[in-house]
């Protein structure tokens, strides 16, 4: 069983910065690509940043794009998401999902395992 666990979510003004971590254990890390995908309330879950199993080819929504980064250390089996002037519309509950043999996949379907969350909250 491929666990994913988050961390690094809270709460931060807008305009500052949040970085999310996402350790996997379980399977090969370095055969996924890895993606962040986030859920505010009363909305579907989307897209936000994915990356490919050798940290390649990062790809990220156009509504984080320039603010965000997402990265990978597969020494540690774990993936970040680095989040820099946070906007109040970037609240929700942030996942790690895990691509097996993907590659810059940006559905929800294309992910077949997923972490719990974590939530960020921004104020304004």
């Known amino acids: 069983q491929f666990q994913l666990v988050e961390s690094g979510g809270g709460l931060v003004q807008a305009g500052g910065s949040l970085r999310l971590s996402c350790e996997a254990s379980?399977?090969?890390?370095?055969?996924?690509?890895m993606g962040w995908f986030r859920q505010a309330p009363g909305k579907e879950r989307e897209f936000v940043a994915t990356?490919?199993?050798?940290?390649?080819?990062?790809y990220y929504a156009t509504s984080v794009k320039g603010r965000f980064t997402i990265s990978r250390d597969n020494s540690k089996n774990t993936v970040y998401l680095q989040m820099n002037s946070l906007k109040p519309e970037d609240t929700a509950v942030y996942y790690c999902?895990?691509?097996?043999?993907?590659?810059?996949?940006?559905?929800?379907?294309?992910?077949?395992?997923w972490g719990q969350g974590t939530q960020v909250t921004v104020s304004s």
């Open positions: 999902a895990a691509d097996l043999y993907g590659s810059g996949r940006v559905r929800v379907s294309d992910y077949n395992d």
């Open positions: 379980g399977r090969i890390f370095n055969y996924y690509a």
């Open positions: 990356i490919n199993w050798n940290g390649g080819n990062p």
